[in-house]
Each structure stands twice: as C-alpha cells, then as structure tokens.
C-alpha cells in the first residue's frame, strides 16, 4: 500500500519526484534514473489520448492474463472466483518481476502457493498451476517459433501499393 501510495505521489506530483533527484548524497546512477523517468513524463504529459490508450490497453491484457490464469486452473479443477485471479496475478506478476531470481523462478510459484492456499487450495496444486501458467506460454512461443522457421524462409514482403 506503502509502494502504490508513492506510485501515485510521484506520478500525479512529479515535482516531488524532481526534489528527490536532486536529494544530496543521492547515488548518480539513481539521480540519472529518476531524470530518464522524469523527461518520459514530460514527454507524455501532454498526449492525454495516447495515455488513455496504453491504460486501456494495459487494462485488457491484465484482464486476459487473469481469464488465461482463471481457465488454467479451472482445467486442474481448482475452484476460485475469476474475481480473485484479477488480485492475485498482478500481485503475483510483480514480486516475479522483481530481480531476485531468474525470471521470477521460485517468487512465482511461492506467491501462487501463498496466494491459492489462502482460497483452501491445497500446496501440491497450486504448485502444479503455477508451473503450468510459466510452462504453457512456453511451448506455445516454441511452437510458434518451430512453425516460423519451418515455413518462414520462403515468403515474399508484398510491395507497397500506393
């Protein structure tokens, strides 16, 4: 709550964000960081439409990651409401994001454990979801990638038409 209180300090106010890149004792890697994340603000403040358009979007593939999460385990039998699955993802999703262990492995899973045992699901099948939700975007990608290559070489760029 802390984290998504400064979130949105900082990106309705950004020039609280502005005195804190110029805090004394501030590491310059961190002082250049929060310059990159301020001139990116400056950029997009004033495409309202364009904002509007990426949260929008943003929304939809949240929403599409937690139906994906929501179908996977109604295929294992796991009964939780859809609803749920909108809390957790993200919640889940952004400890795995973090740059603790490769690609989230272990921070995923823990979280999915953590998260379905408070709905009375038992440890062994939340683990079993939580590999299947990293597995199946996998070797559908793979799958994708084998098809490309197999096929991909041959095709022609039509002209452009004017």
């Given amino acids: 709550a802390l984290a998504a209180g400064l979130l949105i300090i900082f990106l309705t106010r950004p020039q609280v964000l502005s005195r804190a890149s110029g805090l004394p004792g501030l590491p310059t890697a ?3 960081r929060l310059r990159r994340i301020l001139d990116a603000m400056a950029a997009v403040s004033g495409a309202r439409r364009v904002s509007a ?9 949240s929403a599409s ?10 295929a294992l039998a796991i009964d939780v409401p859809l609803l749920v699955f909108f809390v957790i993802v993200p919640t889940v999703m952004l ?5 603790i262990t490769l690609n989230g492995l272990g921070i995923r899973e823990l979280g999915f454990v953590a998260f379905l045992g408070i709905q009375g699901v ?12 990293f597995a199946l975007p996998l070797v559908f990608a793979l799958a994708g990638g084998v098809l490309f290559l197999a096929g991909g070489r041959n095709r022609t760029v039509p002209e452009e038409t004017t």
């Fill in 30 to 32: 961190v002082r250049e």
């Fill in 53 to 61: 358009q990426a949260l929008l979007l943003s929304l939809g593939l």
């Fill in 65 to 74: 990651s937690a139906f994906f999460h929501w179908s996977v385990a109604r």
């Fill in 95 to 99: 400890a795995a994001s973090l740059p």
């Fill in 122 to 133: 038992p440890a062994s099948s939340a683990a079993v979801f939580a590999f299947l939700v």
